[in-house]
Every structure is written in structure tokens, then in C-alpha cells.
């Protein structure tokens, strides 16, 4: 069985570097990909990512900004860990109700735990934005990190469906 991996972009193209997933994204898609890789180009949609999934995925990679307090640019991998709604104050579990169209990725992912559909592994490829005012062009050091991203993602999704073919493999012949 091929491992399913869904790759979003997320941001907003039209304040500079949080544009930087979307970027990433159009530029990944230029590039081979392993079996059973999906892309989705969400932007602000965060309900789009939520429906894709449901789909059924054995992991998700997220391209976005993030501010993580480090020198623009900078690109980090994160593994992410969601909480259980259930867990969540009140006034959290109501801002899930708000418009789903719109909602950060963090609000997704936790309605896709929510609704059983969220994959058991999730990752976050953020760059650090340097600009995030009106304009559609990232700054030099943003764009220079999609760059670096693009073979940073070919690399985790190949591993992941290496990984994911090397555990169907030995469970069938057991």
C-alpha cells in the first residue's frame, strides 16, 4: 500500500513573506514526487485543508510563516503535536465554530483531530517572515528560503513513504 501524504501551502500571498507556503508550494509542485503525494493550495481556507483530509492521509506537511523569533528567512521543521478539543477552555472550543474559512492552521488541525480525520503524523515546514505588509513579492531572504525548502519537503515525503512502504511490506509478509 502507497503512503498517502498531503502537502498544503497556507498564507496570504497578498502581505509579502506570509505568502511564503503558497510560494513553496507552486514551487514543489514543479518538482517529480513520490507515489500517493498530494498538494493543496488552501491560502486562508483552513476548512479546505479540514476537507481534504477527510479523504484519508497517513501524514500531513504544512508550508507556512512562522514567527518563531529568528532571523527572516530562516527555515525550521516542526513536528506537531494537536491537542484534543475536548481538553481545550471553552472559549477555544468556540473560536472552532467561527469561520472556518479562514481559520489559522492550528483551528484546523484541531477540528481535523476533532473529527477523526487528522493524520497521526503532522509537520510544519515554517519560514520565518521578515515582511508581512501589502505586496505580493517576498522579501530576498524569504524567497531565498523557498528554496531551501522545496528539497527539505522532497526529502520528508520521500522518507515518509520509504517508511510508510517499509512497515505495509514487512506486516504483509508476516
Known amino acids: 500500500m502507497t503512503a498517502r501524504t498531503l502537502v498544503v501551502g497556507v498564507?496570504?500571498?497578498?502581505?509579502r513573506d506570509d505568502g511564503f507556503g503558497i510560494v513553496a508550494l507552486r514551487r514543489l509542485a514543479a518538482e517529480p514526487l513520490p507515489?500517493?503525494?498530494?498538494?493543496?493550495?488552501?491560502?486562508?481556507?483552513?476548512i479546505a485543508?479540514?476537507?481534504e483530509l477527510v479523504a484519508g492521509y497517513d501524514a500531513l506537511v504544512i508550508l507556512d510563516a512562522?514567527?518563531?523569533g529568528v532571523s527572516p528567512g530562516a527555515v525550521q521543521l516542526l513536528s506537531?503535536?494537536?491537542p484534543d478539543p475536548?481538553?481545550?477552555?471553552?472559549?477555544?472550543?468556540?473560536?472552532?465554530?467561527?469561520?472556518?474559512?479562514?481559520?489559522v492552521p492550528s483551528l484546523a488541525l484541531i477540528l481535523?483531530?476533532?473529527?477523526?480525520?487528522?493524520?497521526?503524523?503532522?509537520?510544519?515546514?515554517?519560514?520565518?517572515?521578515g515582511d508581512t505588509e501589502l505586496g505580493m513579492e517576498l522579501t530576498h531572504a524569504v524567497a531565498a528560503a523557498v528554496e531551501e525548502a522545496v528539497p527539505r519537503v522532497l526529502d520528508l515525503v520521500r522518507h515518509l513513504h520509504d517508511e510508510r512502504t517499509s512497515v505495509t511490506t514487512l506486516t504483509s509478509v508476516a
Open 11 to 15: 498564507g496570504n500571498d497578498l502581505l
Open 35 to 46: 507515489p500517493g503525494v498530494q498538494l493543496l493550495e488552501a491560502g486562508i481556507a483552513g
Open 49 to 51: 485543508v479540514v476537507q
Open 66 to 68: 512562522a514567527d518563531r
Open 80 to 82: 506537531v503535536e494537536v
Open 86 to 103: 475536548v481538553t481545550l477552555r471553552a472559549e477555544d472550543r468556540l473560536a472552532l465554530m467561527a469561520d472556518m474559512h479562514q481559520a
Open 112 to 129: 481535523a483531530r476533532a473529527l477523526d480525520v487528522l493524520p497521526p503524523r503532522v509537520f510544519i515546514l515554517g519560514c520565518q517572515p
